[in-house]
């Protein structure tokens, strides 16, 4: 493997001449900088990334911590940040918590050794957002947030999300509306919810606590619980998934009771099911900015480690209601 000596060797330098080429390159004249690019290119030579980052203190890295890669709205928002990322020359360290609070605070602890630029983060644990604060660590939250604490976030209007799905489901005539949550203390299933009632107590139509099912935002307990409600004398005429994983455990529930959508029972999801374009019929659902989520929360910490920043920003992007099929007039 090549070294910087050998780059001065070939290019008949200084070493000095070549470090300064690589950590400040404004300073070197054209002609040296030629020569040393050609030997650079000869020997095949790779810049230590991790001696620049100690000169620069910048390492072009952020980690990315997010709670569940199985699920498709992640999935995509990460692409997102991906794309986005290299406008700005970051590279992305991605980390995984599946909801675990310890897993969390491992990898925001793993983040800060490190030594990222910075953290894109949507936390389970406000434990982990108090870590980061006072760690000094320069972070932003994405799509869960916690009013209470003064940073940065980009977050969907989960509320205005909640009140339109169901006034939609409402003005459609439905008043037993099913509601596939979960246990109601992450912000998105909160402000959802919170939605969801006011609508309700808007249109004076009493809410069925038993039609109101904890599936902690997961596929197979929608699954079960989905035969479990529609088993019931007193069906929901509707449901309303709050997201994208529970409402295909809703429909492959259906499915298998030999029941249909929307003949038998309306579905509302709050994010797009896999599948959508080809599954029929196709579902009306709550669409939340999933590119702009990635690109403001990119725009953001870029703008906090270069210093741009310098008052707190939090943003709401507002969702939209896309119209399929898989909900109909009483």
């Known amino acids: 493997m090549a ?3 050998d780059v001065a060797k070939r290019a008949k330098v200084s070493v000095v001449t070549v470090s300064r080429l690589l950590n400040h390159p404004e300073v070197v004249n054209a002609k040296s900088a030629t020569k040393i690019h050609k030997a650079m290119e ?95 660590q320069k972070f932003v939250l994405v799509d869960r947030i916690y009013r209470d604490l003064k940073v940065n976030f980009v977050t969907t209007d989960h509320f ?64 079960e619980r989905t035969k479990e409600v529609l ?9 309303f998934s709050f997201n994208g994983l529970m409402s295909s455990g809703f429909i492959q529930a259906v499915q298998e009771m030999g029941l249909s959508i929307p003949q038998d029972v309306s579905l509302l999801s709050f994010d797009e099911i896999q599948g959508y374009g080809i599954f029929r019929p196709r579902v009306t659902h709550i669409n939340q900015p999933i590119r702009s989520l990635g690109e403001f929360a990119i725009d953001m910490i870029a703008n906090i480690i270069q210093n741009k920043n ?13 119209l399929g099929d898989s909900c109909r007039r009483i």
């Not at 088993?231 to 449901?239: F, I, N, Q």
């Not at 310098?310 to 896309?322: A, H, M, Y």
Request: glycine share 8%; charged share 25%; with cysteine.
């Open 310 to 322: 310098s008052t707190r920003q939090g943003i709401f992007l507002k969702p939209e209601l896309v």
């Open 3 to 5: 070294t910087i000596n």
């Open 160 to 223: 205005q999300g909640g009140y339109q799905a169901t006034q939609y489901l409402i003005k459609l005539g439905h008043t037993r509306i099913g509601i596939l949550r979960g246990a109601g203390y992450i912000f998105p299933d909160v402000e959802r919810y919170a939605g969801f009632e006011k609508a309700m107590k808007e249109n004076g139509i009493l809410i069925d606590q038993e039609l109101i099912i904890n599936c902690d935002l997961d596929e197979a307990k929608a699954y």
């Open 42 to 136: 000869e020997l095949h030579f790779q810049p230590s990334q991790i001696a620049r980052s100690l000169v620069k203190r910048r390492t072009n890295t952020l980690g990315v911590i997010m709670p569940d890669v199985k699920n498709p709205f992640f999935n995509k928002w990460f692409r997102s940040l991906e794309e986005h990322a290299t406008v700005h020359k970051f590279s992305l360290l991605l980390c995984n918590t599946d909801d675990n609070a310890e897993e969390e605070m491992h990898y925001v602890k793993l983040m800060q050794a490190q030594r990222v630029d910075g953290v894109v983060i949507v936390p389970y644990s406000k434990k982990s957002v108090e870590y980061l604060i006072g760690s000094g």
């Open 231 to 239: 088993s019931r004398r007193k069906k929901p005429t509707a449901v």
